[in-house]
């Protein structure tokens, strides 16, 4: 892999890579054997564009089905051994065609008009462990949702009978789609400098770039799936990693604010970023860690977006520590845990009604320079995320504060994500060995994952600042069916 040496006040080391494009495509079959002429015209997909990006909506059509007065569209994506899937069914228009953007699922995963239902509404596919979440780890390839057309209503029990030879006679149509989070004209560059760990995502060129450092919660690692979609609008964004990845720490208890402090530094003296400040983002524990550094850090940052996080400290979490010195943290409230078999609802082991909370253990908000964007989900099972911030912006107005907006979408959970990324509802926690409850509900999270989506890209344009996009995939779209072997 190459490597190139970037240095300003201090050498900076890079391995670089770019994206995959997938093998190429193989003749169309049906469980392993080919399909006759009759069968290809049969029915017939036609996905417009047929490889996107995982934050567009897709056309998805099937013809030539007029024979059938019943017919069931199933998606399916597996990704690093963990499957998803949701379907719908139909009833075929007088030409004989089923418009999914167009016409109504009158049962299955969803119901009504819901042109991307077959991707917000997906889940765990039966077998699957409770809790698993749907991430792109390698963002270089994209994720390939299998398209399947039947005859007929089917359901899960069905998809899952032992009666494989009963569910392939029943397959109308198949094709694969290509969703992509890195664009063609994006580079990916891995990060290991001084304390830093992470991967910087830009537009070709040498920029610069308005810069973004992008953090995550309780997962660990290093998420990158965020980062290099925003690549794709012309931003320079690290995904940082700030425990449990390489030669980091294993325990966010032990993080100090000093290192995320470090990544700003490390980013606003990149020559790929704009030197003029930069915007941050996190989830959950994330979202808390960058509001902290807003206070830290002065003009460096411009823009910070907080997505179900906290201005108040809580304990074990990187936010409450800073130089070694620890802030006073909000009280929990072991008793209050629910436990259902495996799946845990802690919504009330944390404050959850202004007279539980201690105003004294707020962060020093009013030192912050920063614009702050504030998004919650109103059915976050986490915590009360949408209490903690709106908190936060009336401690805002006391010290004569007017620079934060707050986002709150009912209905929707704690992990709101780009557009079109299926809700989780349950995330399992490796290092409890829980399920946690994170809430929403398909229909309502969906609507917020959109809305905040385009509501974020514009606030850091503002904010940060607009550089060209570069919205090209690595492979070629367009209309027309793809013969990409399905493994439905």
Known sequence: MASINIARKSCIFYRMSRPSRPRPSRPFLVFGRPTSSVERKMAKFIVTPSASFI????????????????????????????????????????????????????????????????????????????????????????????????????????????????????VLGKTTVERWYMGKDVDRIEVR???????????????????????????????????????????ASLSLAYFAYEDLVTDPNEVDMVYFEEAVDWMLNNPFVMDSGIGVIGVSSGGQAVLKLSTICGLKIKACVCISGTPFYTPNEPARLYKGKESTCLNIFLDRVIREDDIVDVSRYWPYKREDIDY?????????????????????????????????????????????????????????????????????????????????????????????????????????????????????????????????
């Open 55 to 170: 934050d567009e909506t897709i056309s998805v059509c099937v013809y030539g089905v007029h024979k059938f007065p019943n017919v069931t569209i199933r998606a399916f994506v597996e990704e690093m051994g963990r499957t998803f899937e949701a379907y719908a069914h139909f009833i075929p228009d007088v030409n004989g065609a089923v418009k999914v953007d167009s016409h109504r699922s009158i049962g299955g995963s969803y119901k009504g008009v819901k042109p991307m239902g077959l991707f917000t509404h997906m889940q765990p596919s039966t077998g699957q462990k409770a809790g698993t979440r749907l991430v792109k780890k390698d963002v270089t390839t994209p994720l390939l949702f299998h398209l399947t057309a039947y005859k007929g209503f089917l359901s899960t029990d069905d998809f899952n009978s032992s009666n494989i030879e009963s569910l392939t006679q029943s």
């Open 193 to 235: 400098s001084g304390n830093i760990r992470g991967t910087l995502f830009k537009p070709k060129g040498n920029g610069p770039f308005p810069g973004i450092i992008d953090l995550f919660g309780a997962a660990g690692g290093n998420i990158e799936f965020r980062s290099s979609l925003f690549a794709t609008y012309g931003f």
């Open 360 to 488: 004294t253990t707020i962060m020093n908000l009013e030192d912050a320079t920063c614009q702050f964007l504030f998004i919650n989900g109103l059915d976050d099972k986490s915590w009360s995320s949408d209490l903690f911030s709106k908190l936060g912006c009336e401690y805002l107005k006391e010290h004569g504060k007017d620079n934060w907006k707050i986002l709150s979408y009912p209905g929707a959970g704690h992990l709101i994500e780009p557009p079109y990324a299926p809700l989780c509802s349950l995330c399992y926690y490796k290092s409890l060995g829980l399920v946690i409850k994170y809430g929403g509900n398909p229909d309502e999270h969906s609507v917020a994952q959109e809305d905040s989506w385009e509501k974020m890209l514009a606030f850091f344009k503002e904010h940060v600042g607009a550089s060209d996009p570069v919205r090209s995939v690595p492979s070629i779209g367009g209309i027309g069916v793809i013969t990409q072997q399905s493994k439905l």
